[in-house]
């Protein structure tokens, strides 16, 4: 615990099979559910009242109270015996908050769960199946829904273009219902279960990200370093998105959003692909920034350009060390990219089949 930061806990449940485990320090638990709260109000109870009715029940809950401005947050976690709530006195933002509860968790799993995504029963169930099934992977995404409309998607996974411009597979698209199970570039920080220890060892998210993106970050991070992820399309969570931040198209979601898709592009490409990479890049968003829908977003997009360069020396900084720990070659990187430019434009979902363990390579 740091000075910024109480931890308080709800009174114990009367049985077991009342609510998910409550651990203590000298309990292990299989997982680690962390949900960080900012200005979250209903949509976190019915968060957490998803959670409390999970089939599977070997797992502890965080709730990160990230200093929001609404005190309900605190009262709303407060509501649940099982949960264990931190209050931060700063806002640290999705990537520091989700370290912290990383450092915080017992599970040997770590799983990160929007306080606007509500799982389905059998979610964590699904998760911890498919990490049966598949030992040699340690880092898996789920099938996510719209909450409003559970039947269009709200991503497959995370996607990562040749254009730098990562997105999640098929938003907005009609959920197909036949969804293959195999590998996708990046998990969707909105519900994923990655191997904690993995996480800390990766270095967990960047916090010079604050939000938006770090979990692309950590995805291209754990492709560099031959780690798949596999999306797991029984596992469903239903979102409605960017509750706690104004919107998708919120002046501090624009900002934020292609600040820090231009700090992945420096920091995660390897270099035979950066020549390529940065130009396409600012083509797309010259582009995108050009449609009419777009135009009262224009000086967000050039303000977050601008950002972007003077953080050139913390990326620089940053990438140096990640490239080092590169174990996947440039060519097993850009097959795990789409190219496509379709692809990209209509965010289709790429999911490929599940290979072998990937060897190094320089």
Request: aromatic share 10%.
């Amino acid at each position: 615990m740091n000075d910024h930061a109480q931890e308080h806990k709800s009174p114990a449940p009367q049985s077991p099979a009342e609510s998910p485990v409550e651990s203590s320090a000298e309990t292990a638990v299989q997982i680690t559910v962390c949900v960080i709260a900012y200005n979250s109000g209903p949509t976190l109870r019915a968060c957490l009242q998803h959670l409390a009715d999970q089939t599977y029940r070997d797992f502890e809950t965080l709730v990160i109270d990230n200093a929001s401005p609404d005190p309900g947050d605190a009262a709303i976690a407060r509501e649940f015996p099982f949960v264990r709530l931190i209050e931060n006195s700063e806002n640290l933002g999705f990537a520091g908050a989700g370290n912290q509860a990383a450092r915080l968790g017992r599970g040997r799993w770590y799983v990160l769960l929007n306080p606007d995504a509500y799982a389905e029963p059998d979610w964590l169930e699904k998760l911890v199946d498919a990490a049966q099934r598949h030992p040699q992977v340690r880092s898996f995404t789920s099938r996510q829904v719209m909450a409003e409309d559970p039947t269009h998607l709200d991503g497959l996974g995370d996607v990562m273009s040749g254009y730098g411009i990562p997105y999640r597979g098929g938003y907005l698209a009609p959920d197909p219902g036949d969804t293959p199970e195999g590998e996708v570039f990046s998990p969707c920080g909105a519900a994923m279960m990655i191997d904690r220890q993995l996480f800390l060892d990766l270095g967990g998210f960047d916090e010079f990200f604050f939000c938006y993106s770090e979990d692309v970050d950590l995805g291209y991070r754990l492709q560099l370093a031959g780690e798949p992820t596999v999306l797991v399309p029984s596992a469903t969570i239903h979102h409605v998105g960017s509750a706690s931040s104004g919107g998708r198209k919120s002046e501090f979601a624009v900002f934020h959003g292609t600040r820090n898709r231009f700090y992945v592009v420096y920091k995660d490409t390897p270099w035979p692909l950066l020549p390529v990479v940065v130009p396409l890049h600012l083509a797309a968003v010259a582009y995108i920034s050009s449609r009419r829908e777009n135009h009262p977003h224009a000086h967000i997009v050039w303000r977050a350009f601008t950002e972007s360069l003077k953080g050139l020396p913390t990326i620089l900084k940053s990438r140096r060390q990640v490239q080092k720990r590169r174990r996947a070659s440039t060519a097993q990187i850009a097959r795990a990219m789409t190219w496509n430019p379709r692809d990209l434009f209509a965010r289709r979902a790429v999911i490929r089949p599940l290979r072998p363990s990937r060897s190094t390579a320089p």
